[in-house]
Structures are given as structure tokens and as C-alpha cells.
């Protein structure tokens, strides 16, 4: 079956505008997460949600950040007023139902630069 | 707070080589662990995970085995195949809070492979 889709996979885009990065998961998986990854590190944990509601945003790293999924399947990730810091590839990913030991399948990601 | 610590790249090995990347791991209750891997031009996928100590989980001729004692979660192979190079990153899922599944990674090991 499919697997968990990103789009844009690229965006190149100014500082101070706004961008947003559509997240499409695996059909059935209730559980959503948004990563973001610098160069040279691992991926950082930003939001989970529980179908349709933001069970954690404890990893958004400020409230420029906002993310939505309002059907409980595809989640847009939303980045106001963006700065070069945010320049990274974010990704998404999706389990079953959110459960500790639920594979997170990935998707390929968006690459996200700000000049 | 929960952190993963693996071991700093890169590694080089020729091929038919055996290979250790060591992880160690810090969090509150018991986590699931995970090793994922990046080839190169790929999004991040599931290698092997094990959900319980003293379980081992194996795929590919890769293995790693869940040591609570020692709070540690290697990955080994054998034999290395030039295909096997790549990112690889220990990563943990631990419950706590309102938080369920989200994924705490290490900043990775690029392993090359030299026929």
C-alpha cells in the first residue's frame, strides 16, 4: 500500500513569509507526527496527534508554529513570519494508534530553506 | 529529561567487516527502542525495534539486543555489505505525560562500507 507522502518536497522561500507543508499519512494510522531534522542531527519530536487533536505540541518551537489536522487523516504543518533558523527538513510520520511500541513509518520529507 | 547517546561517526569498514555502533539510552520507565536507517537519497525506515529488556530484535543480518542494566540498545552485524551503507540512528519511545510514542533520536552514524 502507500506509504506516508509529503508535498512540497522542496520549498525555497524569503525570510518573514509563510509557508505550509502537507503531511499525508498511511490510510488507518490514527496517530500523526511532525519531525524536524537540522543537518548532521537526528530528527526532532514537534507535535503528535491523536486523530484529529494535537495530543502534544510540546516540541513546537514557538508559536510560529501551527499544525492542523482537521479530518484526522491528512495534517498541514503552518510556519508564520519564517526566519533562516527554520531552514531544515521536516518530516512526518505515522503509527497504527500512537502506542509506545507502534512502528512510525516516515515519510520522505520537505526541505525546507530560508534565504 | 529521556536521551539517546550513540556513538559518533563516521565509520569506515571494508566489507565482510563486523560492525558495532553502540548506543546508550536515559529515560523515565521503560522504553521501546528502535534502530532506523537512512540510505542515502531515502527517508528514514524501521531497521529492527525491541519493546521489552532482554528482547532482541533482528532484520537484515543487523541485530541489537534491549540491555536494561546497562540501559543499552548496540546494533551489530556480522558481515557488512557495501549496500548496508548508510545513517543509522538509535532512537527511544517512551510514555510519559500526555505524550505517547514520540520518538527521541541520536544524531546518527554514517557508516561507509569499502569493497
Known amino acids: 500500500g502507500a506509504g506516508v507522502s509529503q508535498t512540497p518536497s522542496n520549498k525555497v522561500t524569503e525570510k518573514g513569509k509563510y509557508v505550509e507543508l502537507r503531511c499525508d499519512p498511511i490510510?488507518?494510522?490514527?496517530?500523526l507526527y511532525w519531525y524536524r531534522q537540522s543537518l548532521g542531527q537526528g530528527p526532532e519530536f514537534l507535535i503528535y496527534f491523536q486523530g484529529t487533536g494535537a495530543a502534544d505540541d510540546s516540541g513546537l518551537p514557538n508559536d510560529r508554529f501551527f499544525a492542523v489536522r482537521p479530518e484526522g487523516s491528512v495534517s498541514t504543518l503552518k510556519i508564520q513570519r519564517t526566519e533562516r533558523g527554520d531552514s531544515a527538513v521536516y518530516l512526518c510520520a505515522s503509527s497504527l494508534a500512537g502506542q509506545t511500541e507502534d512502528t512510525q513509518y516516515f515519510g520522505p520529507g520537505t526541505r525546507l530553506t530560508v534565504l | 529529561g529521556d536521551s539517546v547517546t550513540q556513538m559518533e561517526g563516521p565509520v569506515t569498514l571494508s566489507e565482510e567487516a563486523f560492525l558495532t555502533i553502540n548506543c546508550t539510552y536515559t529515560?523515565?520507565?521503560?522504553?521501546?527502542l528502535f534502530w532506523y536507517v537512512q540510505y542515502p537519497g531515502e527517508g528514514l525506515q524501521l531497521l529492527l525495534k525491541?519493546?521489552?529488556?532482554?528482547d532482541k530484535g533482528s532484520n537484515k543480518g543487523f541485530e541489537a539486543t534491549y540491555r536494561k542494566e546497562t540501559t543499552s540498545f548496540h546494533l551489530e552485524k556480522g558481515s557488512v555489505q557495501v549496500s548496508d551503507s548508510a545513517v543509522y540512528f538509535c532512537a527511544l519511545s517512551a510514555l510519559y505525560g500526555g505524550s505517547q510514542g514520540n520518538l527521541i533520536f541520536g544524531k546518527g552514524t554514517k557508516l561507509s562500507v569499502k569493497p
Open positions: 529515560a523515565t520507565g521503560y522504553p521501546s
Open positions: 490510510s488507518g494510522h490514527t496517530a
Open positions: 525491541a519493546t521489552k529488556a532482554d
